[in-house]
């Protein structure tokens, strides 16, 4: 399995990113230090300072700027141009620009989505993104913007896992050359319906977790790999850090994926999750 995804456009992403909606300093470094080279962020995450600090030891020091992919998101609470926040945001990061910047949720407006998104488009022209994306976006809603715009989404963003897969929203994103990019891969904390998300302890999961001698969190993680979904799980755990990084040396089987398919409870089916707090 290639450690990227690619599109014919040219954009290229890794397979995996570290989440900071809890970054520290020292889970940061070290996520860098063990390989990770995707970072996810948001300004509302007020973890962007942080980043900036430990991505200015890294770079050019240790790495190119052009070996670390940096996602952040405009909040349309701050209005309709991004402009102004995403310069706060290359502030905060000590960067000239970002590989991926996504609106991180929509409005019920599709026009004024479509608004926010013709901005996003200034800022590719302007230098400060290098590509575009959305966050949370239903399938009418992406819809509305494909058909309407300059600058196509490579990217969307969306709450998936093993109990939420939505998979006609990640088929639709294929066709239409989006990458998708999954935050709680190993499940949120809280309840859907009334039922807690012990993504984890799923018998069924944890027996092909000891068949391949992984930890659970590792075949939650390579599952969505396989489907051609970015994961980016969160962890200050130096340990954590390293397992979710550890899974490109294996490989599951067709059998056993389907069996993960059908772990499936269709959460996400029907409706457009609500981002959980810090998503």
Known sequence: MALFQTLPNGFKIPSIGYG?????EQALDHALKIGFRHIDTAPGYKTEPLI????????PNKIKR??????????????FDPEETLKKTLEDL???????YLIHRPTDDNEKNLQIWKKLEEQVDAGRAKYIGLSNFTVDQIEHILQNSRIKPVNLQVQLHLYGQNKDLVEYCKKNNITVVAYTPLGAPGSKHG??????????L?????????????IALRFLIQKNIIPIPKSVTPERIEQNFNVFDF??????????????KNLYKTERPRPPKND
């Open 20 to 24: 900071t909606a809890r970054a520290q």
């Open 66 to 79: 052009e070996d670390v992919f940096i996602t952040s998101k405009f909040p349309p609470k701050d209005g």
């Open 206 to 218: 944890k027996q092909i977790a000891k068949k391949y001698n992984k930890l659970p969190a590792q």
């Open 251 to 264: 490989v599951i089987s067709d059998e056993d994926v389907k069996s993960l398919e059908s772990l499936d």
């Open 52 to 59: 900036g600090s430990v991505l200015k030891k890294w770079i």
């Open 94 to 100: 000590q960067l000239d620009y970002v590989d991926l």
């Open 195 to 204: 039922e807690k998300l012990d993504i984890l302890e799923n018998d069924t």
